[in-house]
């Protein structure tokens, strides 16, 4: 069974960053993509970012020009570096790998940004 540890979430004031980092248990080349999803109170959870086994990268529109997802292969992690962040981007972030059956989900890390 592959397990996703998230880390790096917490409290920050608008405008300030955050990165998060997902540890898989296994290696990444396992993995068709990897991403980050998030899920704010009352809300559905949405997708904000992914990277493909190819290095092809998609992000919603909300956060582009402020989030990246990166990738260290020798440390089986996947980044997600948050600039200029704001109140809107409070949300349980969780991390998700896509291998060719099944599909792998973090436990979420909450990230809280103040106004």
């Known amino acids: 069974q592959v397990q996703l540890v998230e880390s790096g979430g917490g409290l920050v004031q608008a405008g300030g960053s955050l990165r998060l980092s997902c540890a898989a248990s296994r290696s990444i080349f396992s993995f068709n993509v990897m991403g980050w999803y998030r899920q704010a109170p009352g809300k559905q959870r949405e997708l904000v970012t992914t990277?493909?086994?190819?290095?092809?990268?998609n992000c919603a529109d909300s956060v582009k020009g402020r989030f990246t997802i990166s990738r260290d292969n020798a440390k089986n992690t996947w980044y997600l570096q948050m600039n200029s962040l704001k109140p809107e981007d409070t949300a349980v972030y969780f991390c998700?790998?896509?291998?060719?059956?099944?599909?792998?989900w973090g436990q979420g890390t909450q990230v809280t940004v103040s106004s």
């Open positions: 998700h790998a896509a291998a060719l059956w099944y599909d792998y």
């Open positions: 990277i493909t086994s190819g290095g092809t990268t």
